[in-house]
């Protein structure tokens, strides 16, 4: 019966001299996702190689699962290990874990063995026929495939113990977050927004998260999507702080004073503002949009250059090259597309023109927000003064 899981990992293993910090940090990780589960697990970091070592009864497919969410990750392999006892004793336990692992013996199989302990007394080719032999032996209706193998099994030497499994299980990769800093999401109740957090997340990056609520034109409903939204993405994330902003004011203020074709940009300008000042508050080195190239008027070349305008942090948009499709693939996998997708939307058409510029130009914006001077820079101190906390 399986006990322990080999967790490995991909690009933390080019790290060089700080690979240790990165080694240390993926370890925190795993141990806090296992922790929250039945089962008692310890977490090991030893010569290139995380163990968790189950010393309970737990639910398999549970823990896969929770492993599955930890950014870092590569591979989770179920295995077996055992006290190097001889070598007829090796022989003995890969049988038991044929046996145990595989009711059906009819596939193919192909041994791999890697000695980390060069003293071991036989070499790894010799390790690898003499196991594929024993194999086929005990269990005839096996087949050895080389190439293309059912079974890969993988049997390491390393010092006093031997790991012996057969199954990779596909990680969700990238690196472990808290390596790479912090940054500041602007998280609507769309499909893009949580695919964005989630992928910078993926690059080790600590994310908070800033939602506009415009109450009574958004209801009470939008405003938890998002919530439900950052708690979805935080299972990979870990805990998001989301500052819920109230900014029905500073858009009736911007619908009442400037052109109706320029709302969005304008209204986007100031959005971009106020999440960047609760960014800095916060030390966060940047902000992460889920804007797309061509995707609405607001996401043209144009637009995105007048909008960056206004940031001096620089702004991440991971999802900028993707067509529509491709960011849906991405939040069905991760499990936000059916929450996403909720009808309660989070801006209201009413700030929406009918004929928004598609190429603003720069000099008209900024000449149109003098006509904000009186009120404006109060408006957003009070919206990011009262904006509402919540831990997700």
């Known amino acids: 019966m399986v006990r322990s899981f080999l967790i490995k990992y991909a690009e933390i293993g080019v ?24 089962g008692d697990f310890s977490v090991i970091k030893e010569s290139g190689r995380i163990y968790a070592h189950a010393s309970s009864e737990f639910d398999y497919d549970e823990v896969v699962s929770a ?13 077996v290990q055992i006290e190097d006892k ?14 145990e692992t595989y009711p059906d013996k009819n596939f193919t199989f192909k041994v791999d063995t890697r000695r980390a302990n060069k003293q071991y007394p036989h070499t790894s080719d010799q390790i690898n026929r003499d196991l594929g032999e024993i194999i086929l032996e005990t269990y005839p209706e096996t087949k050895v495939d080389v190439h293309h193998p059912d079974v890969l099994l993988h049997v390491e030497i390393r010092g006093k113990n031997i790991n012996l499994y057969s199954l990779v299980i596909p990680g969700p990769g990238g690196m472990p977050v808290g390596t790479n800093g912090k940054a500041m999401l602007l998280l609507s109740g769309g499909i893009d927004s949580p695919v964005a957090g989630y992928m910078i997340a993926k690059r080790g990056v600590t994310i908070e998260a800033t939602y506009f609520h415009a109450p009574p034109y958004t209801s009470e409903r939008a405003k938890q999507k998002v919530i439900d939204l950052a708690k979805l993405v ?6 998001i702080k989301l500052h819920v902003v109230n900014f029905t004011d500073i ?9 109706h074709e320029e709302l969005t940009i304008i209204m986007r ?28 008027a607001s996401q043209t070349v144009h637009s995105l250059a007048v909008t960056n305008e206004v940031c001096t942090l620089p702004v991440f948009r991971p999802v900028i090259g993707f067509d529509k499709q491709e960011i849906v693939d991405i939040s069905q996998k991760i499990g936000t597309f ?5 009808p309660f939307e989070d ?18 914006i900024k000449k149109s927000e003098t006509k904000l001077e009186e009120k404006i820079d109060e408006m957003l101190k009070q919206a990011v003064e009262t904006a509402e906390i919540i831990r997700c």
């Open 234 to 239: 935080s299972r990979y994330s870990g805990p």
């Open 338 to 342: 059916e929450t996403s997708i909720e």
């Open 251 to 259: 858009q009736l203020y911007i619908y009442d004073k400037c052109p």
């Open 269 to 296: 300008r100031y959005m971009m503002k106020i999440a960047e000042e609760l960014a800095m508050k916060d030390g966060c080195l940047g902000l992460i949009t889920g804007e797309s190239i061509g995707q609405v």
């Open 86 to 99: 001889g070598y007829e004793d090796l022989k003995e336990q890969v049988l038991k874990f044929i046996d």
């Open 67 to 79: 492993l599955q969410c930890v950014f870092g990750i590569a591979g989770i392999c179920p295995m």
């Open 347 to 364: 801006c209201c058409t009413i700030f929406v023109a009918k004929h928004p510029v598609t190429k603003p130009n720069l000099d008209l």
């Open 15 to 38: 790290k060089g001299k700080n690979r240790y910090i990165f080694e240390d940090k993926l370890t925190s990780h795993i141990h806090h996702s296992l922790k929250r589960l039945d």
